[in-house]
């Protein structure tokens, strides 16, 4: 990644980093992701998934920047279009620390825009969390992100992070695995008090995932609030938090 070069053309293959553009820039947008779903009513080109995005139609779009993620984007696809001659930003996030510093990265320093407001504003929003002590959460918690097989979070994710600052310990934080797959009997047992789950990647619901944890709360959370990084942090905070105090 090389910067300096005015940008006037981005390509988004993260939905997060699409929202985050769309916000605060939105003419620079050329292309997203099939998944980019944030701000509604987005109308830029899409060019397939983030993990089969159509390489050929997005090096035809002669973006002066792509933005991608290392964990939701394929190496293959980003060497492609590294090949075909195109600047490729991959942004790497697994705690909200990082993910500040990332969309300052591709906002001020590759897209070349003023620091938004927005950024400014979530960071506040989780300063201003009241302390936790990480020795003392609130709930001890198994936090599925897919069914058939069960995966759930484990070490070093972006989502454990914030749960954490929520007062939610996760009870896989410390497997070797990021998403481990774990035997429902095994998550059952693991001695929670509390199932957290998203509606993405999976779209858990209430008649969908709690049944699978009898006699145990169930917190049904929003996903984009869970595990997108950008202007969804400003109001993460408190829709998560009153998210899981419903449940417990």
């Known amino acids: 990644m090389t910067y300096g070069a005015p ?14 553009v769309a916000v605060t820039a939105p003419e620079l947008l050329a292309g997203v992701t099939d998944w980019c779903s944030h701000p509604a009513g987005l109308d830029v080109p899409r060019i397939g998934g983030t993990k089969n995005p159509d390489t050929a139609r997005i090096a035809a779009l002669a973006p002066d920047l792509v933005i991608a993620n290392e964990e939701e984007n394929r190496p293959a696809d980003l060497a492609a279009l590294r090949a075909a001659g195109l600047n490729v930003l991959v942004t790497e996030v697994r705690d909200l620390p990082q993910a500040f510093r990332e969309l300052d990265r591709v906002l001020v320093r590759g897209c070349g825009l003023a620091r938004p407001d927005w950024l400014d504003a979530a960071e506040a929003a989780w300063r201003e969390l009241p302390a936790l002590s990480v020795g003392e959460p609130r709930w001890a918690a198994v936090v599925p992100i897919w069914r058939r097989p069960w995966m759930v979070l484990g070490r070093d994710t972006f989502a454990g992070d914030l749960l954490a600052r929520l007062g939610v310990r996760n009870l896989y934080a410390d497997h070797p695995d990021r998403y481990p797959r774990i035997p429902l009997d095994e998550l059952n047992d693991r001695g929670a008090d509390l199932v957290v789950l998203p509606d993405e990647p999976y779209r858990f619901a ?33 829709v998560l938090g009153a998210e899981l105090g419903a449940a417990g």
């Open 7 to 20: 940008v006037r053309k981005v390509v988004s293959l993260v939905p997060s980093l699409t929202e985050a």
């Open 206 to 238: 209430a008649d969908d995932g709690p049944e699978s944890f009898p006699g145990l709360p169930a917190a049904l959370v929003s996903g984009r609030h869970l595990t997108w990084y950008g202007p969804s942090l400003v109001e993460a905070p408190g």
